[in-house]
């Protein structure tokens, strides 16, 4: 197998040299991911053609022509967003889901505790935890997308991601605690568990596999 870890280095070194003027910025981390995969691809195409690296990098760059142009669409956009009265809304909708989720998760505590100390059935007791459930991947998705002085705020996308994982794993216990109360058999608890535990294990360890590097003034 083929080794494009050097190729890699180089496009990755290509795209920062060509933006390292440009404030770090979400915008500009979601551009740099898509325009790496984008020459990449480009490259190993023409490799496959026939082309040696070296002629197909420069043949990827050609083809995809200047970046000055994005590059500077990039700083006008970062000086924008720096000037006062312009609201940072990613960090509001970030905080608003943050103490939505928290308010959420609690809100399914303390009903627990409460339908347990009523002598409610253990079906319905278990059932209040649906909010903890729903207030996990709520959590996940806000504390991802948030911006630090160290880190960018993470995709979007790949931030609704790690909030279904979550949810995923989250929804098998449930479904394994409720399906057992309800049944009183072991056997069906385990396999309702097993299909959302599974999918979320696999979809949180392909994206932690995956997730680039979010530090800010990486280079």
């Given at each position: 197998m083929t080794d494009n870890r050097p190729l890699d280095q180089r496009i990755r070194k290509y795209i920062d040299d060509?933006?390292?003027?440009?404030?770090?910025?979400?915008?500009?981390?979601?551009?740099?991911?898509?325009?790496?995969?984008?020459?990449?691809?480009?490259?190993?195409?023409?490799?496959?053609?026939?082309?040696?690296e070296e002629q197909a990098f420069r043949e990827a760059i050609?083809?995809?022509?200047s970046l000055s142009g994005l590059a500077?669409?990039?700083?006008?956009l970062?000086?924008?967003?720096s000037q006062p009265g312009h609201p940072a809304i990613d960090a509001h909708i970030s905080n608003i889901g943050l103490?939505?989720?928290?308010?959420?998760?609690?809100?399914?505590?303390?009903?627990?505790?409460?339908?347990?100390?009523?002598?409610?059935?253990?079906?319905?007791?278990a059932g209040t935890g649906i909010f903890?459930?729903?207030?996990?991947?709520?959590?996940?998705?806000?504390?991802?997308?948030?911006?630090?002085?160290r880190k960018q705020g993470m995709n979007r996308l790949r931030a609704f991601m790690h909030a279904v994982a979550v949810g995923l794993l989250l929804f098998g216990l449930f479904s394994a605690v409720t399906s057992r109360y309800a049944t009183g058999?072991?056997?069906?608890?385990?396999?309702?568990?097993m299909v959302f535990f599974l999918a979320g294990t696999g979809l949180l360890l392909y994206l932690l596999l995956t997730n680039p590097d979010r530090s800010k003034g990486c280079q």
């Open positions: 060509a933006f390292r003027d440009v404030e770090p910025s979400q915008q500009l981390l979601d551009l740099k991911e898509e325009l790496t995969s984008n020459l990449r691809e480009k490259t190993l195409d023409l490799c496959r053609r026939g082309l040696d050609a083809s995809m022509g500077e669409e990039m700083r006008s970062s000086r924008k967003q103490v939505l989720g928290v308010l959420l998760v609690l809100f399914g505590l303390f009903t627990l505790t409460m339908t347990y100390y009523m002598d409610m059935e253990p079906t319905s007791v903890i459930v729903i207030g996990g991947p709520v959590i996940t998705y806000s504390v991802l997308t948030r911006e630090t002085r058999e072991m056997f069906i608890a385990i396999g309702a568990m």
